[in-house]
């Protein structure tokens, strides 16, 4: 489902070059839950943003359902990004000035998905924030903002979601249940995942467990 396919990446700052991933090779099955531990500065968000196709890879490539992003436009891997991906951040990354409902139905509007308001009101019911739709990001807590968040992922049935330390701001307990939501709603869609934790009990809840480190993902 998903392939990076001897990716190398790296970093020049001046005469410096930063080299992240020399040849990098993985495999993601349909509906997989893969986590990525390691330290930081290892590349786990260099590897979420080459599967985004936000940042570009010095050679190789990623194919996702099937389609290379070799060849593509810049405009077409981001279409093609808006259709089929999802994110989660670990800041939230909610647009400020939109309310919960506004923030969810972003994606699907982007992506022509027909009832953008039903399927965000829907959304918004599953993860427990139906009484907070009209409510801006500054009026919301931690894990309330989460929650828009894995909604806002979801809205238009992303083949994958793509999670950088989604749980890294909250604590404990909100962490838990804000993992609870996104596992059952992932789950409940046979969405793939690629989550970048810190915490071993948060990566126990995948599939396998991978440790980047050396520009290598070695399962752990
Ligand atoms: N745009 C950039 N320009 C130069 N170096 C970068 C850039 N983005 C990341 N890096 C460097 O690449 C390495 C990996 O960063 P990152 O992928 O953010 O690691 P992680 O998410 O594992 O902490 C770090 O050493 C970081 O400083
Ligand atoms: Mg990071």
Redesign the pocket.
């Known amino acids: 489902m998903l392939q990076l396919q001897s990716l190398k990446k790296s970093?020049s700052?001046g005469s410096h070059t930063?080299e992240?991933f020399e040849d990098l090779n993985f495999e993601l099955h349909k509906g997989e839950k893969v986590a990525i531990m390691?330290?930081?500065?290892?590349?786990?968000?260099?590897?979420l943003s080459l599967i985004s196709g936000i940042i570009k890879p010095n050679q190789g490539d990623i194919v996702l359902d099937g389609v290379s992003y070799k060849n593509m436009s810049e405009s077409q891997i981001n279409d093609f990004r808006a259709t089929h991906i999802g994110f989660v951040f670990q800041n939230f990354h909610l647009v400020s000035y939109l309310n919960a409902l506004e923030n969810v139905m972003l994606p699907a509007k982007v992506c022509g998905i027909e009832n953008p308001r039903t399927k965000a009101q829907e959304l918004l019911k599953s993860v427990g924030l139906e009484h907070r739709i009209d409510h801006l990001p500054s009026q919301l807590s931690g894990g309330e903002k989460q929650r828009v968040a894995i909604a806002r992922a979801l809205i238009h049935n992303p083949k994958i979601i793509l999670a950088d330390e989604p749980s890294g701001n909250l604590d404990d307990e909100t962490g838990d249940a804000v993992m609870n939501t996104l596992f059952e709603l992932i789950e409940k869609n046979n969405t793939s995942l690629i989550l970048?934790t810190h915490s071993k009990e948060v990566a126990n809840r995948c599939e396998t467990t991978y440790k980047?480190a050396l520009g290598q993902l070695l399962p752990c």
């Open positions: 970093y700052q930063v992240i390691g330290k930081s500065g290892s590349g786990k968000s260099t590897l970048v980047l």
